[in-house]
């Protein structure tokens, strides 16, 4: 059984960095491909970032790119969501998922993701 735990999440001033973490206390992630979704209020649940189990495969939503980066501590057990030069529009409760089968060109598609967090949620203030 994987439970994710998403954390980090808070109150920051435009231009300002968080960093989301997304941990199992169950089994190990370290061959899952992790996928971070974000939902702001009135629209749909988007793909922002994931991972491959590998570690080779990283892709971002272009809104994100060159701002957000996502990486993994395989001995933490933890994957992580750095977010830099934070916009309003970033502001969305963020949820982590987690699937031990999809390959890298699936990566944006929720649909394929077993395992979700509970998320956390991000306000970016003007």
């Known amino acids: 059984q994987v439970q994710l735990v998403a954390s980090g999440g808070g109150l920051v001033q435009a231009g300002g960095s968080l960093r989301l973490s997304c941990t199992s206390s169950?089994?190990?992630?370290?061959?899952?491909?992790m996928g971070w979704f974000r939902r702001a209020p009135g629209k749909e649940r988007e793909f922002v970032a994931a991972?491959?189990?590998?570690?080779?495969?990283?892709p971002y939503a272009d809104s994100v790119k060159g701002r957000f980066t996502i990486s993994r501590d395989n001995a933490k057990n933890t994957v992580y969501l750095q977010m830099n030069s934070l916009k309003p529009e970033d502001t969305a409760v963020y949820f982590c998922?987690?699937?031990?089968?999809?390959?890298?060109?699936?990566?944006?598609?929720?649909?394929?993701?077993?395992?979700w967090g509970q998320g956390t949620q991000v306000t970016v203030s003007s």
């Open positions: 169950g089994r190990t992630l370290s061959s899952y491909a």
């Open positions: 991972i491959s189990g590998s570690g080779s495969t990283m």
């Open positions: 998922a987690a699937d031990d089968t999809i390959p890298p060109y699936l990566l944006r598609d929720p649909s394929k993701y077993d395992y």
